[in-house]
Nanobody, 127 residues
Framework: QVQLVESGGGLVQAGGSLRLSCAAS????????MGWFRQAPGKDLEFVAAIIWSGTSTYYTDSVKGRFTISRDNAKNTVYLQMNSLKPEDTAVYYCAGDLVSRRTVIATTPRGYDYWGQGTQVTVSS
């Protein structure tokens, strides 16, 4: 059974940092793109960041560029999201997602581009 398990969420003051982790099990994702999405209360699921299978290309939504960094460790089957300079508007449940297609070179930025999802981790940024 394939599982993606997020961790690292919590409560932080504005300007602070958090590092989210997404550990995969049940299959290797070393040849698959991985992404992070978030959903704030009353809002739709929003793309945050993604990284291709090799780690050589990343993509971010405009609101997090320069503050968030996505990375991966294929040996550990884990993807990370380093979040710096957090703002109250970053408050949301953050979800990790994995692509089923191997070695895709075009990063998907919509939920439809991903086939595996974690249960989510809450990030709350206080002002």
């Amino acid at each position: 059974q394939v599982q993606l398990v997020e961790s690292g969420g919590g409560l932080v003051q504005a300007g602070g940092s958090l590092r989210l982790s997404c550990a995969a099990s049940g299959r290797t994702f070393s040849n698959n793109a991985m992404g992070w999405f978030r959903q704030a209360p009353g809002k739709d699921l929003e793309f945050v960041a993604a990284i291709i299978w090799s780690g050589t290309s990343t993509y971010y939504t405009d609101s997090v560029k320069g503050r968030f960094t996505i990375s991966r460790d294929n040996a550990k089957n884990t993807v990370y999201l380093q979040m710096n300079s957090l703002k109250p508007e970053d408050t949301a449940v953050y979800y990790c997602a994995g692509d089923l297609v191997s070695r895709r070179t075009v990063i998907a930025t919509t939920p439809r581009g991903y086939d595996y999802w974690g249960q989510g981790t809450q990030v709350t940024v206080s002002s």
